[in-house]
Nanobody
Framework: QVQLVESGGGLVQAGGSLRLSCAVS????????MGWYRQAPGKQRELVAG???????NYADSVKGRFTISRDSAENTVYLQLNSLKPEDTAVYYC?????????WGQGTQVTVSS
């Protein structure tokens, strides 16, 4: 069974940093795109950053220059480095990965940024 396990969320002050990790485990034949999404209370879930199999990346305008997505294909892990955090970054962050042509979601990890 494919599983996505996230770690690294927490409570930080504005201007601080966090590093989120998401490890994919299970019966894996192929992983294509991987990404991070977030959802704040009363808001729609949005793509924060994505990374393709080739290493190409894309970011939401609100996080460009502050967040960095990367992946370690050998370890089937995707990371999100969050710098210069703002209170408006507060949300549940979800990992997503296309594994064996099926999209899987992590359970989410809370990121809270205090002012």
């Amino acid at each position: 069974q494919v599983q996505l396990v996230e770690s690294g969320g927490g409570l930080v002050q504005a201007g601080g940093s966090l590093r989120l990790s998401c490890a994919v485990s299970g019966r894996i034949f192929m992983i294509n795109g991987m990404g991070w999404y977030r959802q704040a209370p009363g808001k729609q879930r949005e793509l924060v950053a994505g990374i393709g199999r080739s290493g190409s990346t894309n970011y939401a305008d609100s996080v460009k220059g502050r967040f960095t997505i990367s992946r370690d294909s050998a370890e089937n892990t995707v990371y999100l480095q969050l710098n210069s955090l703002k209170p408006e970054d507060t949300a549940v962050y979800y990992c997503n990965a296309e594994v064996n042509a099926v999209h899987y979601w992590g359970q989410g990890t809370q990121v809270t940024v205090s002012s």
